[in-house]
Every structure is written in C-alpha cells, then in structure tokens.
C-alpha cells in the first residue's frame, strides 16, 4: 500500500550557505505599568542574517467583534491598550445599562492579555469614597472584572484587586488595570519568511493570520495551507521550514542552561536545520518521538498516521513503541500507526535537471529532468526565490516532464525535482535552477 506523504519540506537549496542566527533574549522592565501606557518591546529578536523580516509582532491582537465593547476600540497595539470607553465601577451594578456593553469589554481585555507574551501579572484598582457599603459594592465590582479576565484564559492565581480611597484630584470609580512583565522572557521562535496564508492557533484556541516577524511561543500551534511556506528560527538557532498542508505545536522550550525544545508535528511535514549540536531537540508525532543527534532532519506525518523520519545530516535517534532506531545520514525509517520503525533505507537520489538551465522559457515548453532508480512519483516545485518561499508552487507527477503553464508571468522562475517512492518516502531535491519567462 503507498502511503501519500504530505508536501514536504525540503530544506534549503544545495548551494545555501545562509548560517542559523541564535534568538536573542529581550532586555524586560520589571514594574508596574497603566495598560493605557503599556510599553511594549519593539523587537526580541532578529531575522536570520540575510533575511528580510517585517517588524516583529509581540502583542496580542484582537479586533472586537461587537462595535460596542470598550467604545468601540479595545486592543494591544504599539505599546497601548487602546480603549474608546474606560469601565467604571458603576457599570458592573444590577441593572446597569452598560453591564453588557462592560461585561464584552472586561472579556475582550482579558483576551488581550493572555496572548500578550510579556504579561505576568494584572492589579485591578479604583478609587471609591464614602460608606462601607460603597467600598464593598466597588471589590465585588473588581471581583467580576477578574473572573471575567479570568474565563477569557488568563490564569486567577495571576490577579490581584485593590479598593482605595479616593485622593485630591483622582476620578472617582474607574476601573485601572495595571500588568508586571515578566522579568525574564524567550520566545519559542521568530518567522522570518512567509508565502500564502499560515495561521497561528494560541494555547487558549484563539485563530489569527501569522505575519511576517511573528514571535512564536510555547503552547501555540502553527498551521500552513496547500500552497502555503513558513521558515522560522528557533531560540537554540535551529531553521525550521513548513510547506504545504501541515501543523506543528510548540509543546515545551526552555534555553538555560541548556536549550531543551520540545514538538509535535499533527500533520503534513516539517525540516530541522540546526545552528550546533548543543542541546535537546525532540519532534514527537503520534506514534514516535524523533531525537536530533545530527545537524538536520525530517518528519513527515501521513494522512494514515504513518511517520517517515529521514537523516539529512547526521545522525537521528527514532523512537517507536517496539523500541528505537538510530537513522544514520542519507536513510530513512517509516513508523506505522502502531509504532514499529522500519531498518532505515537509503534515502533516493536526487534527480538531475536537464532543462532548462538558465535562459528564456515560453509558456508549453517543457521542464524535464533524468529518471531517479526506484522513484513512483515526482514533485516538481516552483518559486520566485532559490530558497522556494515566494510564490511556491508545487505539482506531483509520475513521468520526467512537466509542461510549464501559461500563469508563470513575467520574471525570473526557480525550479527544483524531487523523488518519491512506492512507500511516500521522498528523497533529496535536486540542484537548483532559474529561467525568464517571457
């Protein structure tokens, strides 16, 4: 039975030489700070050297689904809790005409900040004066606001509340909320290259659009679509790369003293390229645990819940529930459903591009490349880029042409093969080439 493998990743183009640049850690305040002056770090880390990123995106943003919540206006947004209409006390009373319109903005702040990567704490205050009875009726107040944080995921143990006396010149009965960073902080990783839509799931099921320079974090899930290429580096330096339909959750990473990163992919397939040898790097899948021992590897997870992991550099460790196997560099194991690892197998060879080479190329005309021993099936990728990110398009066949379509305008085109065989398993990709269309 052929066991279709995912679109893979497959790593950089032979002649690459682009080296992994270690995430670094941000310099964090540790005090007290009013949302409405939230200060907000501008940038935790850099883009690979050589790499184009956008402005790093370490806030949590949420666009309010009802006009009404908060005024209108309510997010984390360079460095400010933009927020239309403040709450007060008095519109969380029974019969409140705004208990509602509070209630959404309460649940939208908490929202905000459980994906807020830097918030470790939050104090909600206000100033009251007069009677006992006031006071009590302003911490029962506080005391719905924190449950109201509490339900949209941001932990109870991590909230405080506070009744004051009213001072000279202080607006009576708002409600302040007030959030401590983290005194230390790494994030999981950093995106640096993006093509087609990827999608970033946070740990409390929150779905946004990924962008470029998206900071990753521990207990997020990354996802990617047909045509869709993310690369992103790790905070031990590692190169990760995702292309086609896939999913990768970020389980557990921690970098002192020792950098220890823990995976899983759900789906389709997923490259490592690592900056050293230092450290602990795991990819789990549902029936196998992969251990790098090597400076590059790949997993695959089939829509049959099989896993092929290759060696690509090195040697890795695979790990099933009939025991482990070590996948020395150039072979390939397959992990079926139950666990049980195959003896590794030679990886196929890459295939070798005839033409074109370089040059002018008219729509119809043929790309076509030498036969691979043992290949069912081929994929043929195209891009705007050498390192198959821009514009990626991907096509899988069983001959050793492919006619180019009339939809690859004007500009310089990349190309690569890639060879498949009866099991799914795909090998290396072959040398890279470019041509103009016309």
Known sequence: MMHVRPHHDLGEPMYSTQSPRPLLAPAVGRGLRQLALAGAVAAIVGPPSGARAEEPSNEARVEEASPRACGGTARLHAGQMEMAVPLRIADFAAGSERLDEA??????????????????????????????????AALEALRTVASLLTSSGFAANRIAAVVRSTA?????????????????????????????????ISANGARGDLNNGAVLMTGQTLETGATSVVRFVLGDGTHVRMAGVAALHFVDT????????????????ASFTRANRDGDLQVATGNSRVAAQGMAFRVSVTAEGVTFADSLEGTTLVSGSAGDVFVSEGKSTRIDFRGVPTTPTAILIRPAPIE??????????????????????????????????????PYELTGTTLPLADTYHGGRWYWRVIAGDAEGAYGMPSQVFAFETR
């Open 168 to 200: 000279p010149d202080t607006d009576e009965g708002i409600v302040e909320l007030s959030w401590r960073e983290r005194s230390e902080f790494k994030p999981a990783g950093q995106v640096f290259a993006i093509s087609g839509p990827v999608w970033i």
């Open 103 to 136: 209630t959404r903005c309460a649940t939208l702040l908490g929202r905000l900040l459980a994906e807020h990567p830097l918030a470790a704490s939050v104090m909600i205050s206000t100033h009251v004066g007069g009677s006992r009875a006031t006071s009590d």
């Open 254 to 269: 921690a970098f002192k003293p020792i950098p220890r990163v823990r995976l899983e992919l759900l789906k389709g397939s």
């Open 356 to 393: 074109p080479l370089y040059g002018p190329m008219r729509a119809g005309e043929l790309l076509v490349w030498d036969p691979v021993p043992e290949a069912k099936t081929y994929r043929v990728e195209l891009a705007r880029d050498a390192a198959f990110t821009d514009h990626w398009f």
